[in-house]
Every structure is written in structure tokens, then in C-alpha cells.
């Protein structure tokens, strides 16, 4: 089906639509630091109290609440004196330090009002992309929730450094969600909702629907939100919803303010459909939630194998190594071009790999012994891209 924009499409989409939100047990929710701070950079106190009373009203009716927040480093902004967001590292995470308190402090206090406690979870890029890590954090949220508590997701920016920083919290909200296994997710924004163009321009359409890439065909998606408050903006929202929904989670963006009709299904936003089978929760870890440590260049023969066959890759297809990597560590596979084709977790250390190259499984097991007839990466530890 094509893009519905413009109106609310028929009633029997809207229903569908809005059944998988209100039926939603477990709703990841993302709001940025645009949609929480004044322009000078403060707490927005009606803003905060607005989106508790909405995440804590759907917490009353027994489901499971998640709240990815950014606004650390916006709220420590005036308190430190600093006009703007600062550029460097250091500030920022001085500014974080200060407003992470003042942030969680806040939620906390307007929570209590409606009998809700919360739990503050501060993330690295490591908690979600080394396997270890992920299952530990999932073992934090997952109790968390069956006490029936609230957690509030931030990334830690106090010691996050520039090389494993996620930049923006949407993909964070992502990831968060396919962790937990969430029903829903739902995008808070400065807009109202995705559209074709600036939403300010007259022939700009509301896209109410998304059900695959081609309904994003033509579709001018823009940049930052408000300038010196937030980093992420509507690029980082759509792909956002691609990871979630490719997880199998529904995706609603809509902006802060509409926050409460969102989760009560009315038809608000736009709604970005999931896949129809989800993957395995292994492969989406590979595929979404890895950073890569180095890269190994295919020779064509290559890439139609692990490509187009789903073959294991074998050295004799490898024309080149990039990177510092160890045995189990994620590696992009790139064609001849340098464009990423899949991602793996090689078998073998960086320093190995220059003096097998181009040589096969079995000259290497006769020259060099039997532990060398391995694959470079199996392809049950292969996703593609």
C-alpha cells in the first residue's frame, strides 16, 4: 500500500492502527531535550508534568512504561551559566552532570504525585552493543518493571567519550525497546508528525502511515530540532522507527504535546507499521545494536557468496583488512566500492588475517595445521545489510 497522507484513511485502518496502540502492554516512550526545556535552556515544568500525567495515567491501567529522556545537558545549562549547548566533550559533560540530577529530580517529584516511583538507568553505546553488557541491562529494566517502578533511560553522557557516544537518543529509544521486548514505541517531537516536506511550506501533507520504504520515497525529512538545545532531529526519528519496526515494534511520532492522545490511540502522528515477522533476537543485536571494529573488503566472488548464496566468508575471498579487532568482534564485510553488504563476528584477531588472504581453507590447514580451516565469519554469525 501507498502512503496515506493528508487525512485519517478509513475507519478500519484507524482501528487497527489504534488497537495496537491501546492493547501496547509494554510502550517505550522518547521525548528529546527540545520538547522538555525553555528556550533558555530551564526544566519546562508544565512540559515535564504534562508527559508524566500521560506516562503515569497509561502506568495506572497496568501496563509497563518506559521512558527514554533526553535534556541532561540542557537543563545543566543555566544553573552553569551557559547561554547555549556547548560544543566540546568536557563542558558537555559537566553540564550533564549537573542536569542529570535536576532532570531525574524533576520526574521523580512529579511521578510521586501519582504514587509512581522511578529508576534512573544511565547507558553507554557498550551497554547495548557488547553482549554481555545488553543482557545486563535488560536484567535492570526487566526488575525495574516487575517492581513496578518507571525507568528513565538516559545515555551517560558524564562519561560517554566522542568514538562511543550514540549522538541522539532516538536510536537509544530504538534499541531500548527492542531490548525490552516493547509493544509499542512512541516518538515525542517538536512536530506534530512526519510529513512530506517542511511542514510550514502549504504543499507539505501529513504522512499518517508508513508500511515500508517506498512510502518514504520522496519524502524531504529534515535535520535538528530547536538550534542549541537537542542533537537529533527528524533523520534520527525515521531511522529510529526502521530499527524498531524492523524488530517487529510499532512506531508512533507525534509531537510532546499530543503525547496523551497518542497513547490513547487517537490518530495523531504518524503511525509506522512493523515488519510482519520479527527476527531473531540474536541477528537484530548484530545487525542494530554492534558497532563495527574493522571491516574486511570482498572480492565479488565474495559478496554473491555470503550475499546471494548465505555463505560462510572464507579467506580466499578477502582482498584487504581494516581496523584493530580481536576473535568475536563485529566486522563489517564491504564490497569492491567500500559500501557495507553484512555484518559478522569474525574468528579471527586483525593480525592474523593480512597472511591468509586470498588462500584457501584447505592450503591453509596443510601449511599452517587445522585451526585454520575455520571460516573467517560463519554464517550463522552473519547478517546482512
Known amino acids: 500500500m501507498g502512503t496515506a497522507a493528508g487525512g485519517a484513511g478509513p475507519t478500519t485502518q484507524n482501528g487497527r492502527v489504534r488497537e495496537a496502540v491501546t492493547t501496547a502492554r509494554r ?10 526545556t525553555t528556550t533558555g535552556g530551564g526544566l519546562d515544568e508544565a512540559r515535564v508534568t504534562a508527559l508524566v500525567d500521560a506516562l503515569a495515567t497509561r502506568a495506572g491501567q497496568g501496563r509497563e512504561v518506559v521512558l527514554v529522556s533526553s535534556g541532561a545537558i540542557a537543563a545543566g545549562l543555566a544553573p552553569l551559566g551557559l547561554p547555549r549547548r556547548p560544543r566540546d566533550l568536557a563542558t558537555q559533560q559537566a553540564a550533564a552532570s549537573v542536569g542529570q540530577g ?52 538516559n545515555e551517560n553522557d558524564t562519561v560517554a567519550t566522542e568514538e562511543i557516544r550514540f549522538g541522539d537518543n532516538d536510536r537509544l529509544a530504538a534499541l531500548v525497546a527492542a531490548l525490552v521486548h516493547a509493544d509499542l514505541l512512541v516518538l515525542l517531537s517538536d512536530v506534530d508528525a512526519l510529513w512530506t516536506g517542511d511542514p510550514r511550506r502549504p504543499e507539505s501533507t501529513r504522512i499518517t502511515e508508513v508500511r515500508g520504504e517506498e512510502d518514504l520515497t520522496g519524502v524531504e525529512i529534515g535535520g535538528a530540532g530547536r538550534a542549541g538545545v537537542g542533537t537529533g532531529g527528524m533523520v534520527t526519528k525515521v531511522e529510529a522507527a526502521r530499527i524498531a519496526t524492523g524488530f517487529g515494534i510499532p512506531v508512533v511520532l507525534t509531537a510532546a504535546p499530543l503525547a496523551a492522545a497518542a497513547l490513547a490511540g487517537e490518530p495523531v502522528g504518524t503511525f509506522f507499521h512493523p515488519v510482519r515477522q520479527r527476527p531473531t533476537a540474536r541477528l537484530f543485536w548484530l545487525a542494530h545494536a554492534t558497532s563495527p571494529r574493522g571491516r574486511l573488503h570482498l572480492d565479488p566472488g565474495a559478496v554473491q557468496a555470503v550475499v546471494g548464496w548465505r555463505k560462510s566468508l572464507l579467506p580466499a575471498g578477502i582482498t584487504a583488512v581494516d581496523g584493530a579487532f580481536t576473535a568475536g568482534d563485529p566486522v563489517d564485510l564491504v564490497d569492491a566500492q567500500g559500501a557495507p553488504v553484512a555484518r559478522g563476528l569474525v574468528n579471527y584477531d586483525a593480525v592474523e588475517l593480512p597472511g591468509l588472504l586470498g588462500r584457501s581453507t584447505g592450503e591453509l590447514a596443510a601449511t599452517l595445521g587445522p585451526a585454520y580451516e575455520r571460516e573467517v565469519v560463519h554464517r550463522d554469525d552473519l547478517v546482512l545489510l
Open 27 to 36: 510502550v517505550v516512550v522518547k521525548i528529546g531535550s527540545s520538547s522538555l
Open 102 to 153: 535536576l532532570l531525574i529530580g524533576r520526574y521523580a517529584a512529579s511521578f510521586a504525585r501519582h504514587g509512581v516511583t522511578v529508576g534512573q538507568v544511565l547507558l553507554t553505546v557498550d551497554d547495548v552493543t557488547r553482549r554481555a553488557h545488553y543482557r545486563n541491562a535488560y536484567r535492570t529494566l526487566r526488575k525495574l518493571l516487575d517492581l513496578r517502578a518507571v525507568p528513565i533511560v
